[in-house]
């Protein structure tokens, strides 16, 4: 039974639209795509709600620049020129894992059971290292801030937090096959940490934020170990007193993964200012994976998430702050990857091309 809003529109009847709740297969057809804009307009204007002006201008017109967005997603590369790939660092056993740059940035094309193994491997060899997630924000901001994308080419790991990154892989020839952000998988990594006997840290949030996530696993997984939680409301000045006692609360109980949730560039800024003082075997940044998991910030219908539109949900719920990010943001990515994807940018683009 198909769900949601039950629009119906007779000439469309029958097509198909690529991994949604239509269970179709095959290419979608324009006329899809409206109805798609048409039957899903209704429940992103009814998620505005309550928001602010701003939020129900965009509520208008955005079904169907996300429709086109989603389409455009879901279609095959087509073309030439496709980009190789080159194998990471053999330094794990059983890693298949494969790493190329986005924007400068070097992406790990991992899935969940491989991180979650590659996470275990790291601690159980007493690693130091650093795991990052990147989303269109983060390789944005990677593209501005040199200190930023060399901290991130500097980490184990970085895994794609975001659709329009598997987009612009797309675009240049590589394939991610998994989106993994964190309002779903902190669950996953909690039950794996649960059953391995990971033990966890938690830093970032408002007051209580983080120790309202901890409780919420702890009560779905009664065996994890979280050893610590503190909020992200303090000074962050490196060698400061507030960070100083951060860091010898951590290095109290060194947990094997420490997940930091200040926003970006502020937790990879911390990091990188405090990791070689802090004893935890792995550290991850977050984002905003304490306010998701604790039920502060709530999330946008599955079906956005299920297409690649969880960015557009974003906005219609936190139009004043999130506005420039998506909607100034997400073409200036599209822009920079076609650059790269055609040598456009300089030097830079041309040794990534080479690749």
Request: glycine share 10%.
């Amino acid at each position: 039974m198909r769900r949601g809003f039950t629009y119906r529109w007779p000439l469309v009847q029958g097509l198909s639209w690529p991994g949604s709740d239509y269970d179709a297969i095959g290419l979608v057809s324009p006329l899809d795509l409206l109805h798609f804009a048409a039957r899903r307009g209704l429940e992103v204007r009814r998620l505005s709600e309550g928001t602010s002006p701003v939020g129900k201008v965009i509520a208008q017109w955005l079904p169907w620049f996300a429709g086109g967005i989603a389409f455009v997603a879901q279609r095959p590369l087509q073309g030439q020129g496709i980009h190789r790939m080159s194998e990471r660092e053999p330094t794990m056993a059983g890693s298949a894992a494969l790493r190329f740059q986005v924007l400068g940035v070097s992406v790990d094309a991992v899935t969940v059971d491989e991180l979650h193994r590659l996470l275990e491997q790291m601690v159980r060899a007493g690693e130091h290292s650093l795991v990052l997630n990147v989303n269109v924000h983060a390789l944005n901001l990677a593209s501005t801030l040199p200190w930023l994308r060399e901290f991130y080419n500097k980490a184990r790991l970085v895994f794609c937090d975001g659709a329009g990154v598997i987009l612009g892989a797309r675009i240049l020839g590589h394939r991610i096959p998994q989106r993994i952000t964190y309002a779903d998988w902190m669950w996953q990594l909690a039950e794996f940490a649960a059953k391995h006997g990971l033990s966890m840290f938690f830093l970032g949030g408002r007051p209580g934020v983080a120790e309202e996530a901890a409780a919420k696993l702890r009560k779905r997984f009664p065996d994890l170990n979280i050893v610590g939680a503190h909020h992200g409301y303090y000074d962050k000045s490196a060698g400061g007193p507030d960070s100083l006692g951060i860091i010898k609360s951590i290095n109290a109980v060194r947990p094997d993964l420490l997940i930091v949730g200040f926003g970006m560039p502020l937790q990879e800024r911390w990091l990188m200012e405090n990791w070689e003082q802090i004893e935890a075997r792995v550290a991850l940044t977050g984002g905003a994976v304490f306010d998701y998991v604790s039920g502060r910030l709530r999330r946008p219908p599955q079906w956005m998430t299920k297409h690649g539109l969880e960015w557009l949900g974003r906005v219609l719920i936190e139009p004043r702050r999130l506005w420039r990010r998506y909607l100034v943001g997400n073409p200036s990515f599209l822009w920079r990857v076609l650059k790269q994807r055609f040598g456009l940018d300089g030097e830079r683009g041309r040794a990534l091309n080479e690749r």
